[in-house]
């Protein structure tokens, strides 16, 4: 089965009911807090009418004591709420952040891509914001559903008939901030996607700042630059305009009602159902407790709650991405695990697309690579290479068709096992905190001393280390004592170390210089097992034993010369690159002793 959908306030409500016993405890603690509100009301009312108004002073004074006692109780409670806040707000940001990070990394086409533009805005910003909001509105929540219904109910206390003035007017004024809401919500997601805009459009900008100066378009930059900041601008005025109509709203609630008491007031002391101290006390209701909690309400919970509703809206979209874990597990516990069969990969029928309505990137492919099999991918620009790469490391389930190594699906392999048999080397060369002997052994960390210098002598690693002091000195993984192509370089020496038998490399020698990378290129295929490169030079295909073209529907496969009498657009693609640029009939250096089995 596929992952459950994730919705916007799922989010939030999962990280919630992941402590049940905290928001016990706080429900507990913010009922204790709001005993005040419940109990002044009335005895301030004692304290008038049996105490002072009647010549008791001793008397009145005890009812004041008995509410300093009933405050200073709420006080030890507020203590006891802001812990409990902070057990469920902090857990809930760092589930978000694992979540978010995990789902940006298992995206579709996140790297061949060139990487989500927007994924930083959301971990710094979204994500933050979220923390923020859903703490503001907890507090929000608490002071107004405690306080408020104790207001109440502390006015039903006085007189049944005062709640019968107070609460219509309240009423009515939640309800229409209820109706409100979906417009602001709307006005609110405007805003939130027009800044996601400038940020995406600002670092697309200053990454190719270099190439607009170079174009002499620095003014269209700045033009574009300027509509992206006045659409987020136009959107924020809008929201601001919408949002004023919250003024109304707390005059209806609050300010109706106590006139409402003051117009009554004549009749109900005639009548004799209420004496001046209740009076008195339904008016501190509305001014002290229930103005306030409707005002942060309408105001700060209205504005945080629908930038809240907006976020994980957005935060949602970003984590429904195909979930990998949905592709079926070995079962470890049965007798007689499947096995896979040999080493050569067998696709059937591929096909792959990044939506259900999307135009299908990789269709109806048919590819057989035996063992110790050269094949080299070529296709212009978006013509779906990384992601054909993806899948055949299988870090991408097809849409439809199998591919299978060994005999056995890459879904039924156990990912453990398939991470050791192939190896994928993406254009991005990731190097890690350490040395680069650690860098370079990472994915064989038992290979001895001999066989890392054949790896070096392999590689021509010598002057890289010659440089840099040897194996031992230090890298970082945004080192800059290593250039691009020297951090290709170490990357390509860490597949090349590795025992894996089957090696992707997309587009992992670009940084090279046309002699290196032939050599690499050579190096490998003489290195044995199997060798997939999705070229970045024509000159790849012309090494390898056999070239696999996506052009869409003019995808083939063949030899090099096969290719250019049978395929038009293999051979115009090949029209375009200068075969002479660098001498790729050099031979191979041999890598002695470098078999998979090391």
Known sequence: M?????????????????????????????????????????????????????????????WLAALLVVMLLATGASAMVLPRLAAIIEPLRDDLVLRLVTATLQAPGHRSAGGDPAAVTRLTGQIEAVRKLTSGLLRTARQFAFSVLAALGGVAVLDPMLLVVVLPPVVLSLVLFGLLLPRLAGRQRAVVVAEEGVAGHVTRLLHGVRDVRACQAVDRAVAEAGDVIDTQLTASRRLASMSSNRIVLIALGVHLPLLAILAAAPWLLGAGRVGAGELLAAAAYLTVTVQPALRALIQIGGNWGLQLAVVVSRLATALNVPDPSRRPQLDHSAPHPLRPRGRNLTVRRLGFSYGPRAAAVIDQLELQINEQDHLAVVGPSGAGKSTLADLLAGLLPPTQGTIRLGGLDLARWDPQLLRRTITLIPQEAYLFSGTLRENVLYLNPDLSQAHLTEVADDLHLHPLLDRTGGWDSLVAPHTTNLSTGERQLVALARAYASPSPLIILDEATCHLDPATEAHVEQAFAARGGSLIIIAHRMSSALRAARVLLLDGPRTAIGRHQELLRSSTSYAALYDYWDPQQVDISRPARTASGSDVDR
């Not at 596929?2 to 603690?29: C, M, N, Q, S, Y």
């Not at 009922?31 to 049996?50: I, M, N, R, S, Y």
């Open 2 to 62: 596929g992952r459950e959908r994730i919705t916007g306030f799922g989010l939030v409500l999962a990280g919630l009911r992941a402590h049940p016993k905290v928001l016990r405890d706080l429900a507990l603690w913010s009922a204790v807090e709001a005993l005040p509100t419940l109990a002044t009301g009335k005895l301030l009312a004692l304290a008038l009418e049996q105490g002072f108004l009647a010549g008791r002073p001793v008397l009145g004074l005890g």
